[in-house]
């Protein structure tokens, strides 16, 4: 089965820093990694699809990058409303999200 | 506009049988896939299994394997998650999502608000 390693699990950043937070899969997966970001109390949004593709609607200081099986979201200024949980997922063999990160404003 | 509307929340007892629904609209039901997953209270998310509508195609998570089944009713544009034998473990919110792309698996695009599902003794 395929691992994915997210991390930090909790970040604590201020308004206007860049945040990154990582996920690092167990064998290859190609681009096949989503991120979602869940609010509190709310279904699950699709942030990036694909690695690096951006969603629907979604601001543009939002990126995904990959290098090899490590993959990346920064959120380049942080903004109040992007206080949530985050999480990877791989879907090129099945689905299996990371464990979340928790990202909270300092 | 695409829409995932589930049923409501549920309170359940060991043992009870239980069918949570997932109505959709907006969109060709048959051309994407809708998957299902789990969320225990405070914890990550967790995928439950996956369908097809077009042709009842369905994987499962290995660990939910022969405790849930996924359906869907073409007529009703509608999908379906069921236990027939619920445990206490199983309580959790379970949200149906439907695929990014037409005919092919992959990023979950559109979400359901949730089914809360109880079950205590």
Known sequence: ?106 | EVQLVQSGAEVKKPGDSLKISCRTSGYTFTNYWIGWVRQEPGKGLEWVGIIYPGDSETTYNPSFQGHVTVSADKSISTAYLQWSSLHISDTAIYYCAKGLHDYVWGPLADWGQGTLVTVSS
């Open chain 1, 1 to 106: 089965d395929i691992q994915m390693t997210q991390s930090p699990s909790s970040l604590s950043a201020s308004v206007g820093d860049r945040v990154t937070i990582t996920c690092q899969a167990s064998q290859d997966i190609r681009n096949y990694l989503n991120w979602y970001q869940q609010r509190p109390g709310k279904a699950p949004k699709l942030l990036i699809h694909d690695a690096s593709n951006l969603g629907s609607g979604v601001p543009s200081r939002f990126s995904g990058s990959r290098s090899g099986t490590h993959f990346t979201l920064t959120i380049s200024s942080l903004q109040p409303e992007d206080i949530a949980t985050y999480f990877c997922q791989e879907y090129d063999h099945k689905y299996t999200f990371g464990q979340g990160t928790k990202l909270e404003i300092k």
